[in-house]
């Protein structure tokens, strides 16, 4: 592993909106299936798991990755048509498990250049969303 100072030669600004985009990408999936499990179903148990796993969602150089966001000139800002189409409450889940667990898989593996700790980090996160979409998904009340 190797220390902080290093992170910023290693990685190209570009490299950096890569983590931005998915970290952001990565809390706001969560955060999505979190307030449904909170607010529409009162689930306290499964909205505090979202909830730990979207804090434990977090890096070390968080002005790094804001000095280099471009969201602006982002070449797939448009909207698609496939993001346009929520058919119930278990698509706007699935949609949003499948955004946070490939969003951790980017992280995991962008880290594993210069940070063990965090791309553990990362992994760990990706295996409790796979459980959680199970669980969440699998339920009788969806």
Do not use: W
């Amino acid at each position: 592993m190797t220390t902080n100072t290093s992170i910023n030669e290693q990685l190209s600004s570009e490299l950096f909106r890569v983590i931005d985009a998915n970290l952001n990408r990565l809390k706001e999936g969560i955060r999505v299936v979190e307030d449904i499990m909170r607010y529409r179903d009162n689930n306290k148990n499964l909205a505090s798991k979202l909830k730990q796993l979207r804090h434990k969602a977090r890096v070390d150089n968080p002005d790094e990755l804001l000095q280099n966001r471009d969201s602006i000139n982002d070449v797939l800002r448009p909207t698609t048509k496939s993001e346009l189409n929520r058919t119930d409450i278990k698509s706007i889940l699935r949609a949003n498990f499948k955004r946070a667990q490939e969003s951790s898989r980017v992280l995991e593996e962008l880290y594993k250049l210069h940070d063990a700790t965090n791309s553990e980090n990362f992994k760990y996160i990706r295996y409790e969303l796979y459980n959680l979409e199970k669980e969440i998904m699998l339920s009788e009340k969806l």
